[in-house]
């Protein structure tokens, strides 16, 4: 598995390509704002960090932008929740 996040804006998601396929977190954009409303991760990768792994490249991304998050994507707030410097990134 590779640990590099892209942003694949045309589709409004992140994605992380593992082995077993392609993990996505995908967005809707309103303004500089990243509503993150779900993540999926191949099956055979669930509980292996790939989740964790794509959230927290994505979140390097909105950083590094200045935008904000909404986490409406359960995944996404446990992420946030479970990593308090990250924080700062919620709208």
Known sequence: MTTRVTHNEAKGRFE???DH???TAAYARDGDTLVFTH???PAADEGHGVGSALIA???A???RRGWSVIAQCPFVADYVD???AER???A
């Open 88 to 90: 700062d990134l919620l």
């Open 61 to 63: 991304e909105v950083r």
């Open 39 to 41: 993540t999926l991760v």
């Open 57 to 59: 490249g994505a979140l």
């Open 16 to 18: 992380l390509e593992t």
């Open 21 to 23: 396929g392609l993990a």
């Open 82 to 84: 479970r990593h308090p």
